[in-house]
């Protein structure tokens, strides 16, 4: 019996992975540890090249929301601890 891809009781796919599969190292493992390391910058400089990089004007808004958020924190957290001074002299004496 026999379809479109050959024959069911002997499939073609089977043999092709199984002759991949065998296969070890490749490009990358037949390199060196310097080869391997030029690899490795030639791949970070990819990705930075799609990294989308934020334009001076929005660099400019973020940097200003997270220096005015880190203020109001840190006079949040001072409050709590002056808060907290007092009510340790109040308990304590």
Do not use: C, H
């Not at 019996?1 to 490009?27: F, N, V």
């Not at 989308?52 to 808004?61: F, M």
């Not at 220096?67 to 006079?75: L, S, T, W």
Request: without cysteine.
């Amino acid at each position: 019996m026999t379809d479109a891809l050959g024959s069911i009781d002997m499939p073609d796919a089977e043999d092709e992975t199984r002759e991949k599969k065998a296969r070890k190292g490749g490009k990358r493992g037949k390199k060196g540890p310097l080869g391997r390391l030029a690899l490795f910058y030639r791949q970070i400089v990819a990705e930075l090249r799609k990294v989308v990089w934020p334009t001076r004007n929005q660099l400019t808004t973020y940097t200003t929301v997270v220096i005015v958020f880190v203020i109001i924190m840190i006079g949040l957290v001072t409050v709590i601890d002056f808060g907290f001074e007092k009510a340790i002299k109040f308990v304590f004496g």
